[in-house]
């Protein structure tokens, strides 16, 4: 909320950077103006010779402050990406080639990444470079722009300034902190092989460490289970368990109807930071990542090293909007694909988007939705869930994503 003088201050500071003159320079205006009206009215000769004084007096300064100065100026290179918490330090170096002295660096910053950087500069001199260090930390995941750097030079008298220019903007990419979290793609509908779901591939292994048994020609020999090989003399190899699809689809909540209020809103960040925390995961593991939200599919092929990057790139670009759950959950259920793995992520799963994800089910989709809970959730999120007969995962803002997901999916799947 902004106080009462705000308006005015923004005006002043608009004629201040576009016309050149500072409030001291208007009151020059104002008194010019007030002389001249007063010499009028009363034919006082003096007072017009005061006001035109006072008016030249000012397009003096106006001149002298608004001459281009030979200042130029680098930036180091800055980090194209950054995560929430880093520090990055800047160096700025001034260079000039006359002698300038008195005028003030302004590095602009987005009040999510640190104050704007203000530093006088006394004097610089041809040859003798001014350096200066500084340093912010990204609070909140996002896109952002650093700069542009402009020095702010003034007449001896301060009634006229001029921002120049010296360096444009940096564009940073802020990425939402990742926890090592487990979301294990097993649970569905149809129980093991051979029994499986229609319209379903078959199932890829999984990571989850079954038992062992006798070795037998064509099995890996990675697999070998060598202690037991030399307490037993027969050759033992690792099972696992079966997952259900090597296909992920993380699908995240953004509609702002159901988020709790204020910029930034805590179940939005939260919701974001356990789809960052999934997706990544799955990446890691080797899994083909889908990235959807409410407004749209934002990538279907995430996969591979690289793939990462990119996945939190659009992490940080979420943003809040009006469309309904269900919409991204239609996506899934008009696309070719119905052997998806679902992370849902959500502060309320309604019953027509429960409805969709039935129909995935019914298809060959398994699902684990985290629901993100709040003062103001719906109650009856969880037992939608439970009734479609998917994973639930019950997340409050701030909790610790690894303890929450390794509890909840664990009691799950006893």
């Not at 002043?12 to 500072?22: F, I």
């Not at 910053?109 to 912010?136: D, K, N, Q, R």
Request: hydrophobic share 45%; net charge positive.
């Amino acid at each position: 909320m902004t106080s009462g003088g705000a308006p005015g201050q923004g005006m002043l500071a608009w004629v201040e950077r576009n016309v050149g003159v500072t409030l001291s320079g208007l009151a020059v205006v104002f008194l010019a103006v007030a002389g001249w009206l007063l010499a009028h009215a009363l034919g006082g000769r003096s007072m017009y010779l005061v006001a035109y004084c006072l008016l030249v007096m000012l397009a003096v300064s106006v001149f002298i402050a608004r001459r281009r100065r030979p200042v130029a100026a680098t930036r180091s290179e800055l980090a194209r990406r950054a995560r929430v918490g880093q520090t990055l330090d800047v160096n700025l170096l001034l260079s000039s080639e006359s002698r300038i002295a008195t005028f003030r660096l302004e590095e602009k910053m987005h009040p999510h990444l640190g104050p704007t950087v203000i530093v006088p500069v006394a004097s610089i001199a041809p040859g003798e470079p001014v350096e200066h260090h500084y340093s912010f930390t990204p609070r909140l995941r996002g896109v952002y722009h650093i700069g542009p750097l402009t020095a702010e030079f003034s007449d001896p008298l301060g009634l006229a300034k001029r921002h120049q220019q010296l360096i444009g903007e940096a564009e940073i990419i802020v990425h939402p902190n990742v926890e090592e979290v487990l979301d294990r793609p097993l649970t569905r509908a149809f129980e093991d092989p051979p029994l499986r779901p229609p319209n379903s591939r078959a199932w890829p292994e999984g990571f989850e460490f079954y038992g062992m048994r006798d070795y037998v020609r064509g099995d890996d020999l990675r697999r070998v289970v060598w202690r037991a090989f030399a307490r037993t003399g027969k050759l033992l190899v690792r099972e696992f368990e079966q997952g259900i699809s090597d296909r992920i689809a993380v699908v995240v909540d953004t509609d702002a109807d159901w988020h709790s209020p204020g910029v930034p809103s805590d179940t939005f960040e939260t919701a974001v930071r356990v789809a960052a925390s999934v997706g990544v995961r799955h990446i890691k593991d080797g899994f083909n990542v889908r990235l959807l939200c409410n407004y749209g599919d934002l990538g279907t092929s995430f996969r591979g090293p690289r793939a990462r990057l990119q996945y939190m790139d659009q992490m940080a670009r979420l943003e809040l909007r009006k469309e309904p759950l269900s919409a991204a959950l239609e996506m899934l259920v008009r696309g070719n694909r119905r052997d998806y793995h679902v992370v849902l992520v959500t502060p309320r799963f309604d019953a027509e988007s429960a409805a969709r994800a039935n129909l995935m089910i019914a298809g060959g989709a398994s699902f684990t939705v985290c629901a993100i809970v709040w003062e103001e959730s719906d109650p009856v999120t969880m037992r939608r869930a439970h009734e479609i007969g998917a994973q639930v995962v019950q997340v409050k803002p701030g909790a610790s994503l690894t303890g929450v997901f390794r509890a909840s999916l664990q009691t799950n799947l006893r």
